[in-house]
């Protein structure tokens, strides 16, 4: 073999490995799309969002957020779990999917394998949050007031199977008491009518209820969080109050179908978190009171396995079924 050829296939060997390395690199002629499958202006929308335009300045391409919304989120999940597995279509994966696993029955997918976790984006803790007439400062008190008329505190929610209605369905659960649940189309009905006394009682995203409880309009009294928000720093955690296994977090992630190479969701994983941790991004979080996470595939796979074990459980034990 003569030095020039040689030098040929020393060169179609470094491409080859410099392929092998960058795997998302190949896609340089494509666009990447994040389905996110809510209507624009959800906490999940703006992180992919914000997410979209870190990952296409890091890698080169376009990424182009679509919102496939229909089915309470059934529509764009399955439109992602039956994309190509080739990482040039991801999932904007949030709570409300590994809470519809054990809720809506025969998906068109299967909610534990159709998908290869690509990172725990960002999360945020619950607070438990009561009208201000509501005659109780603390979560002994309005124990005690459920406990003495059960059934006459209303607990409002986004919806059957929301996060709002699952994290009331757990203090009952856990707290052994009694609330009535009154379900509303969407996060901004049920505030106006907790604010109006409708309803007296809300378990509410931090993001969510921040500005009504910083104005006086709403009061908190319990964070269900492993510990106190930094917006909401007087509010005590469940733990504190003497009530462990209340934690429940909102969180966003990323996702791609599964049979995705485990490299390509590598370099993804790589750049979304990169991305995730740039001042900008991390301003903007703050902003939302979103925390970020960052995690591994590995960690964010099990995030979700957990996350599915519990909310299943507890939809089978309160007896929930899908509107």
Not at 237 to 254: D, K
Not at 265 to 279: D, Q, R, S, Y
């Amino acid at each position: 073999m003569n030095v020039r050829q040689r030098m040929r296939n020393l060169l179609v060997l470094c491409a080859t490995l410099l392929a092998l390395n960058s795997p998302v690199s190949a896609q340089s002629t494509k666009s990447i799309t994040i389905i996110v499958p809510y209507a624009t202006g959800g906490a999940t929308d703006i992180v992919a969002r914000m997410v979209a335009q870190q990952l296409g300045g890091r890698l080169g391409v376009p990424v182009i957020v679509e919102n496939r919304q229909g089915g309470g989120g059934v529509v764009g999940w399955n439109s992602a779990a039956r994309a190509n597995p080739d990482g040039n279509t991801l999932l904007a994966m949030e709570m409300s999917y590994s809470i519809s696993a054990g809720l809506t029955p025969n998906l068109p997918y299967d909610p534990k394998t159709a998908f290869i976790p690509i990172n725990t984006a960002v999360s945020v803790g619950h607070v438990l949050v009561v009208n201000p007439a509501v005659p109780a400062k603390n979560i002994k008190e309005l124990i005690a007031l459920a406990k003495a008329e059960p059934g006459k505190l209303n607990f409002g929610s986004g919806g059957t199977g929301t996060n709002t209605h699952l994290g009331s369905e757990l203090l009952k659960a856990k707290l052994g008491i009694s609330m009535t649940h009154v379900p509303y189309r969407g996060a901004g009905a049920v505030l106006a009518d907790l604010m109006a006394g409708q309803v007296q009682v809300l378990v509410s995203a931090v993001s969510t209820a921040l500005p009504l409880v910083q104005g006086g309009k709403l009061r908190a009294l319990m964070m269900m969080s492993d510990k106190r928000s930094e917006v909401l720093p007087d509010v005590p955690t469940a733990a504190e109050e003497g009530f462990p296994g209340l934690e429940m977090n909102y969180w966003v992630g990323f996702a791609a179908p599964k049979g995705t190479p485990q490299d390509v969701v590598n370099k993804l994983n790589h750049e979304i978190n990169a991305g995730l941790l740039t001042p900008e991004s991390l301003k903007r979080l703050k902003e939302m009171a979103f925390v970020p996470v960052a995690n591994t595939p590995a960690q964010a796979a099990q995030l979700l396995d957990s996350e599915i074990t519990r909310w299943s459980a507890l939809i089978k034990q309160q007896g929930i079924q899908a509107e």
